[in-house]
């Protein structure tokens, strides 16, 4: 199985406060999970990946963390902004793919001022 | 340092005429990767090329072809239009193909209409 499944489809969070986005996977072929993030218009633009090999990793206000044995992860917004307000897509890889991402649906984030 | 670029930026067509979109990589970046985004979800792989040649394939019919150049630069071709191909094309470019330790960058895409 291919698929990626993102939860929850939409997500609205005030000003200051935590956004957690969730997402599984089914192949264990997966070694790759990126975050993107998209603006209306504009194409994904990648916000921070981690590998299988680390249970987290933290980048500013952005955090992964990842269960490898549940075969899930999720990307955590500390103190979420407006500016933060997007579309965010997790997305995972695999070295015997060509390293074609295969995304999830997709959340949309608004963050109240 | 340009990033990926796309063009055309809009395209409007009618069903069954044919389309070229173009893409250049991120300078010093040899693969590229387009994926189909329809509206309210998530990118689809297309297809990937590597040293001028299709790599690899997502599940699109043989309407959908494409050119690498030795530049390096892409092309995405698609026949026979029909409404559901509808969608933001999009490009991604990275070093390297089976490099795991370098992600992929994607273009702004081109937006698609078929009336």
Sequence with gaps: QQQVKQSPQSLIVQKGGISIINCAYENTAFDYFPWYQQFPGKGPALLIAIRPDVSEKK?????????????????????????????????????????????????????LP | DAGVTQS????????????????????????????????GQGPQFIFQYYEEEERQRGNFPDRFSGHQFPNYSSELNVNALLLGDSALYLCASSLGQKNSNQPQHFGDGTRLSIL
């Design chain 1, 59 to 111: 980048e500013g206000r952005f955090t992964i963390s990842f269960n490898k044995s549940a075969k899930q992860f999720s990307l955590h917004i500390m103190d979420s902004q407006p500016g933060d307000s997007a579309t965010y897509f997790c997305a995972a890889s695999g070295a015997g793919s060509a390293r074609q991402l295969t995304f999830g649906s997709g959340t949309q984030l608004t963050v």
């Design chain 2, 8 to 39: 055309p930026t809009h395209l409007i067509k009618t069903r069954g005429q044919q389309v070229t979109l173009r893409c250049s990589p991120k300078s010093g970046h040899d693969t590229v990767s387009w994926y189909q985004q329809a509206l």
